[in-house]
């Protein structure tokens, strides 16, 4: 496929890979997933599919967040780090819809600015893209300003009214009230203006293909074993239900955790009208997993679609202790999803295979989903061992010893893979990562435990210097 070509690349930074062929891009985003992996030398062994490609690869955007500034500019911060805002008309990623509402409120706001109008002080305008009833691409448009006394909800839902009439593809118009100091372009209220109620602001794939795609891959991951009995899903992240409907409509109960309450309604409000069984919890994720945890709800899978962030540890913790024998972990991070796939292995569950979707074209972003199943905790890593005792890598996320709440320690991999009898000499609390030195039987942890708490370093000659290092700061890493 030959290069985009684009008015705004020079400045725009919005799609940094543009000047790549678009098989290079696929490969770079490959290499991402790669490196991010590589960094996890305890992570069993896994395989990164070539990236799947998008089709289209411009106008594909279905979810799009976009600055306005003075002067009816819309769309990024240009590049260079200034938060210089750039119009970006004609942009090459936007849907046809999304172009058509843009340019619509770049001539309201200009008009605005001049007359004193509602929108002449827009902060930031969400896009997102809906379908109802076979019909055309429809908008949810939710418009960003500041929260503030000179805040006018009337003139708000004029403005909404007024740009529907000019733009039929719009549905429904949401105001979000931004607090001025923080940094997200969303702010925590949204309030409904004009035309249909929707999930505004709520999270959605950018990319209407290629998150099909991912779908497929979901459900066959979750659903394709062909059992009789309906299959449990637990969908964590699940914003308004975009994977949750789907597999509840192909025979699954479903319960969908979302912390965005209005996407949490939303995604009640579709499976009711569709006659489809999912229970909806508006609530965050770990507490919603401690709290099935505690109740022991089963679940045969889960499928995860955590933000940039990843999930929690406490909330890996407690998706472990619920034992489904499926996870499907969809990923906007390769740093995070690799980190959470390295705990995830300790606790007992592993992928074979990573497989990349490129979700976002022309960007550096890469989509990634991980299937995993039940099977042994990998191996702990050892630094150094000999007929007494043994170095262990240590790593954040895992107890010394077993505890209650943890489904696995650090001293049980170890008489599982490497000596039956070892015992911890000395221990590293939970969220600590480091070194820690074991004992292969009971009877030499008392001569090796009054050695360590000597002051002279001579007193273990065996061990190398730089693991005693390690071990005395607790800083490996």
């Excluded at 919890?281 to 709290?291: E, G, H, I, K």
């Amino acid at each position: 496929m030959n290069r985009i070509i684009c008015e705004h690349a020079e400045r725009c930074g919005g799609c940094p890979l543009i000047d790549l062929a678009y098989d290079e891009q696929l490969v770079h985003k490959r290499l991402r997933v790669e490196a991010a992996v590589a960094r996890y030398p305890e992570l069993p062994l896994l395989r990164v599919a070539s990236t799947r490609a998008a089709d289209p690869v411009v106008g594909y955007r279905t979810r799009a967040k976009l600055i306005v500034a003075p002067g009816g500019r819309v769309g990024l911060y240009a590049k260079g780090g200034e938060h210089e805002v750039l119009d970006v008309p004609h942009c090459r990623v936007l849907s046809p819809a999304f172009a058509l509402v843009a340019d619509a409120i770049r001539a309201r706001v200009k008009r605005d600015e001049e007359a004193g109008g509602a929108l002449g002080g827009l902060r930031a305008i969400d896009l997102r893209e809906v379908f109802a009833d076979g019909s055309a691409a429809g908008v949810l448009v939710t418009l960003v300003v500041e929260r503030s006394p000179a805040f006018r909800l009337e003139a708000f839902r004029e403005a909404a009214a007024s740009l529907r009439e000019a733009v039929p593809s719009i549905r429904g118009v949401a105001a979000n009230l931004h607090e001025g100091a923080s940094p997200q372009i969303l702010g925590a209220e949204t309030i409904h203006l004009h035309g249909e109620r929707g999930a505004f602001g709520a999270f959605t794939q950018a990319h209407r293909g290629q998150a099909a795609a991912i779908l497929a891959e979901v459900a066959d991951a979750v659903l394709g074993r062909g059992d009789p009995a309906p299959p449990r899903v637990l969908d964590l992240y699940g914003g308004s239900g975009a994977f949750a409907l789907p597999l509840a409509a192909r025979g699954a109960e479903v319960v969908l955790v979302e912390s965005f309450a209005p996407a949490a309604a939303q995604a009640a409000a579709d499976a009711t009208k569709q006659g489809l069984r999912v229970e909806t919890l508006a609530s965050d994720v770990t507490r919603a997993l401690t709290d099935l945890s505690r109740r022991h709800r089963p679940f045969d899978a889960a499928v995860v679609n955590p933000p940039r962030r990843g999930v929690h540890p406490s909330a890996r913790q407690a998706l472990a202790s619920l034992g489904p024998e499926t996870i499907a972990y969809v990923s906007c991070d390769p740093e995070t999803l690799a980190r959470d796939l390295d705990h995830l292995a300790r606790l007992g569950f592993r992928a074979t295979e990573l497989l990349p979707f490129d979700m976002i074209p022309l960007t550096g972003h890469v989509e990634t989903l991980a299937v995993l199943r039940r099977a042994a905790a990998p191996a702990p890593r050892a630094l150094y061992e000999d007929d007494d005792v043994i170095a262990i890598v240590k790593s954040p996320h895992e107890p010394t010893t077993p505890q209650g709440e943890h489904t696995t320690s650090l001293t049980r991999r170890v008489q599982q893979h490497l000596a039956s009898e070892a015992v911890p000499i000395h221990r590293l609390d939970v969220g600590t990562s480091g070194v820690v030195l074991f004992a292969r039987t009971p009877s030499r942890v008392a001569p090796w435990s009054r050695a360590l708490g000597a002051s002279s370093a001579h007193t273990l000659p065996r061990v190398p210097s730089a693991v005693m290092a390690a071990m005395s700061s607790n800083a490996f890493s």
